[in-house]
């Protein structure tokens, strides 16, 4: 209950620097930080108590396991994240070599 | 255990703030790093080894780049302050303040709608397997895999990781074609 207030905390953060930041940098950090609350709380939720690793060895015969299909998907979410977050940033280094500054506020120049 | 986890992530909301107000962007950037290594150990603490060791990887790699983008750049941040001064009086800068409110608003309602909808959700500790069953007790005869996770990433969900490798190769594409055209002149 507490872990998930605060991890949707995180996400908040996250949130109020991409809503309120003017550096691109800084925008694409928030953005990362709303992807780590959001794998973070998938493994959250898949936890269970006194549970072991999901991996079968001598003496976990009779052992709860934790949800190992969350973490599946999560391990999925975190490799994607790293090409988005490439991406994103060889987006704005591009852009910072046209117009000199990562101040989303003055490249304005977009023209269709 | 729980309260470990819950101070591990009080530190990285603490470091996620300083990273957003930081005035230079290579301490923010640093500080991002706490961020990223503080899930790494509620990864390890939350019985998610193959997690951890995927995310240790990736936050070095990821710090790597960005440091490596803005190397060469302007470092400083761009913020407004919230306070203008002029002729020795502070005055509050209306078009941040403005930001400011609506951000706020926003981030209240939300929370709001997420605490009301706590109760839908099983609490922490407590988790029935529904879809996952299976997978724990067949698991290890069908895949032949002793690690339940990569067994379901790359026999029941191969699909899923067929889909990433997919979404890798276009994103690695796009970053070539961003990065080798010349842009026009304006």
Redesign the interface.
């Known amino acids: ?10 996400f ?6 991409v ?5 691109m ?2 925008i694409i ?2 953005l ?2 709303m992807e ?1 609350s959001l ?2 709380f998938f ?7 006194n ?7 001598k003496g976990t015969e009779q052992a709860t ?5 969350p ?6 979410v ?10 994103l ?6 852009l ?3 117009h000199n ?3 989303i506020r003055e490249i304005n ?1 977009l023209k269709g | 255990m729980e309260a470990i986890i819950a101070v591990l992530l009080i530190l990285m909301i603490a470091g996620s703030i300083y990273t957003l107000h930081a005035r230079d962007l290579l301490s923010a950037i640093v500080s991002y790093g706490i961020v990223g290594f503080a899930l790494v150990i509620i990864f390890l603490f939350l019985k998610a080894p193959d997690l951890a060791i995927v995310q240790l990887v990736v936050e070095i790699i990821t710090l790597i780049i960005m440091i490596a983008v803005i190397r060469n750049s302007s470092k400083e941040d761009l913020q407004e302050r919230t306070t203008v001064k002029v002729e020795g009086v502070h005055y509050i800068n209306l078009r941040s303040a403005l930001y400011l409110l609506v951000t706020g608003i926003l981030c209240i309602g939300l929370f709001y709608y997420f605490v009301k909808s706590i109760p839908g959700l099983e609490p922490f500790g407590v988790h029935t397997t529904r879809m996952a069953t299976t997978y724990i007790e067949q698991g290890a005869e069908l895949t032949g895999s002793a690690n339940l996770v990569t067994g379901i990433l790359f026999d029941f969900r191969g699909y899923d990781t067929l889909g990433e490798a997919t979404i890798l190769l276009t994103a690695v594409i796009g970053i070539l074609t961003i990065l080798r055209i010349k842009g026009k002149k304006v």
């Open positions: 209950m507490t872990l998930f207030v605060l991890c949707f905390i995180l908040l953060v996250g949130m109020y620097g809503i309120t930041r003017r550096n940098i800084k950090l928030g990362c930080i780590y794998n973070l493994v959250l939720i898949g936890y269970v108590k549970g072991v690793a999901p991996i079968i060895t396991f934790v949800d190992p299909l973490q599946a998907m999560v391990l999925t975190i490799v994607i994240g790293l090409a988005t977050t490439a991406m940033m060889a987006i704005a280094i591009r910072y070599r046209k500054t990562f101040d120049t």
